[in-house]
């Protein structure tokens, strides 16, 4: 697995799809760019996520918010108040780690523990092994579950009565150690929130102390009325943004899964008061078939319902998606009641409320949001794709089998060699379909070298210009993921990619 995600981490560099921020100073801790190939595949994520949300939905509208907002906002909407992870130092080795972290990681070995438990059961029963009754009988394995629950149980419930103190005695009844260097000398836990601030105004007497936005959704409810007015818009509706966001995350090591500045994709739906549950089920089976749509195989995604719940939601699961290293969330499916629109209205003084002419009332609709980081997506996509395969010949070939829909070049156009003509009849078929599709013209190298480069990058297509074009106004096009070759009329190539790359 690990080996797996050094791969992603290499492939993503060599490729030009993730460079380190600011590399020739070492980089900065957490952020990333998007280089040349990344750019693409990024913006088409996005785009398949606003075509599906936005132009699929009549009563779904995008906005563009700004990044800085009134510093109210984030009064209102708690993050002032509540937006902290407890963080730890180690005193030996200086390190700083989030304390429930830890503790998540410890309950991870105990999880590995009952993972060996049951293979070697099943390797002891072979065939009469069922692993449901076993994990439900086995003194031991309830042994490990009981910890787990009773561990996990305790911390949330610490976190919850911000009793900080005993999240750091449970640590050290864990004899939890530093993950780098085993020290178990801890200090004491801090709350530490995660908002990056700066302030609006040149001098000191006027300057303002703003954030910048750690969500998206803000952003949204306060602009649900005048988006409800200006577009005459009925309830139920839905309010779709993309944008960047910005936490102040303690990590290490884990790339573009978690970033001090990311993009959210986010879509708040308002819907009656009493009608949320509803909503809330047909947003989650919504989202999950778009992901299932990119093909990337159903084994490879799960729903996490939660049990405990922020302050702000009566209902919340996440889509959590199998990366190189574990199942993790993806996105987020929350019902988050009336609560933020509520808070505006209390700390603005300003009605947010809908009339609805169908009950002849007035009220605060309900938001079911569905919240999807758009790196992450992107780290989802490129790790499922990134595959090594055994070819008959005995070699391997790295190829990035992208969804044709996301990838960042349709086709690569290659004249067989740099003479006889073929390179102009390559120029002019790219000369054509540019207009329609993002492609590549390369003549560098012997054909075949030309192929595994953009099997690499994650080109669906490979068209060949040779000798019998000049005479048949046919070319090869060579597919990525099963490396056939037909040939096909240079008039019936739009056609072709365009079967292959449509929603
Ligand atoms: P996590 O538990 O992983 O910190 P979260 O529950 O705080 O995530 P939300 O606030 O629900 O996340 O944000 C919605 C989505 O935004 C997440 O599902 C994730 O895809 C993305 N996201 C959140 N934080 C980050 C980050 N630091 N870097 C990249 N993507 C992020």
Redesign the pocket.
């Known amino acids: 697995q690990e080996d797996q995600f050094k791969k992603v981490l290499s492939h993503a560099k060599e490729y030009g799809y993730v460079f380190q921020s600011s590399e020739i100073y070492d980089g900065l801790s957490?952020v990333y760019d998007y280089a040349q190939n990344g750019v693409e595949l990024k913006k088409n994520i996005r785009e398949y996520w606003w075509k599906a949300m936005v132009q699929m939905h009549e009563n779904i509208v995008g906005i563009d918010a700004s990044i800085l907002m009134h510093p109210t906002t984030w009064k209102a909407s708690g993050h002032v108040d509540a937006f902290n992870d407890p963080l730890i130092d180690n005193k030996d080795s200086k390190k700083r780690y989030r304390a429930d972290v830890l503790v998540e990681d410890y309950c991870a070995k105990i999880e590995a523990k009952i993972d060996k438990e049951v293979a070697k059961a099943e390797k002891r029963f072979g065939e009469a092994f069922n692993k449901e009754e076993f994990v439900s009988t086995n003194p031991r394995v309830l042994g490990y579950h009981e910890k787990i629950k009773s561990i996990l149980t305790r911390m949330a419930k610490s976190l919850e009565n911000e009793d900080l103190a005993d999240v750091k005695a449970l640590i050290e009844e864990l004899e939890i150690a530093d993950p780098l260097t085993g020290s178990k000398n801890w200090t004491d836990v801090k709350q530490f929130n995660l908002m990056f601030g700066t302030q609006i105004g040149a001098s000191a007497e006027n300057s303002m102390q703003v954030y910048l936005r750690p969500?998206t959704a803000q952003g949204i409810f306060v602009n649900f009325l005048n988006v409800q007015k200006t577009g005459r818009m009925k309830i139920p509706f839905g309010i779709a943004q993309t944008g960047k966001?910005f936490?102040n995350?303690i990590?290490a090591r884990q790339f573009?899964?978690?970033?001090?500045e990311?993009e959210?994709m986010?879509m708040q739906f308002f819907v009656k008061p009493g009608t949320q549950k509803e909503w809330y089920e047909k947003w989650k089976e919504t989202r999950m078939r778009w992901h299932l749509s990119l093909g990337m195989g159903a084994e490879n995604y799960r729903f996490h319902d939660h049990e405990k719940l922020a302050h702000y939601a009566d209902a919340a699961s996440?889509i959590e998606f199998k990366f190189p290293f574990g199942f993790?969330?993806?996105?987020?499916i929350?019902s988050r009641t009336d609560f933020d629109l509520k808070a505006h209205e209390e700390f603005s003084g300003k009605k947010l409320q809908y009339f609805d002419h169908e009950e002849n009332k007035s009220y605060v609709p309900y938001v079911v949001e569905t919240?999807?980081?758009l790196?992450?997506?992107f780290l989802a996509v490129f790790s499922r794709a990134l595959q090594e395969e055994e070819l008959d010949n005995n070699t391997t070939r790295t190829v990035l089998k992208l969804p044709a829909v996301l990838a960042p070049y349709k086709a690569a156009i290659l004249p067989l060699v740099k003479k006889d003509g073929l390179p102009e009849i390559a120029r002019e078929i790219m000369d054509d379909l540019k207009w329609d599709f993002n492609v590549f013209y390369d003549e560098k190298d012997a054909v075949g070298k030309r192929y595994r480069r953009q099997d690499a990058a994650g080109t669906p297509f490979c068209i060949t210009v040779d000798h019998e074009t000049l005479t048949d106004h046919s070319v090869t096009v060579r597919d990525r993921d099963t490396m056939e070759q037909k040939r096909v009329a240079i008039s019936e190539l739009k056609e072709l990619i365009r079967a292959a790359v449509d929603m």
Do not use: W
């Open positions: 957490a969500e966001a936490r995350e990590v573009i899964f978690r970033m001090r990311f959210q986010e996440d993790k969330e993806l996105e987020g929350h919240s999807i980081g790196d992450r997506m």
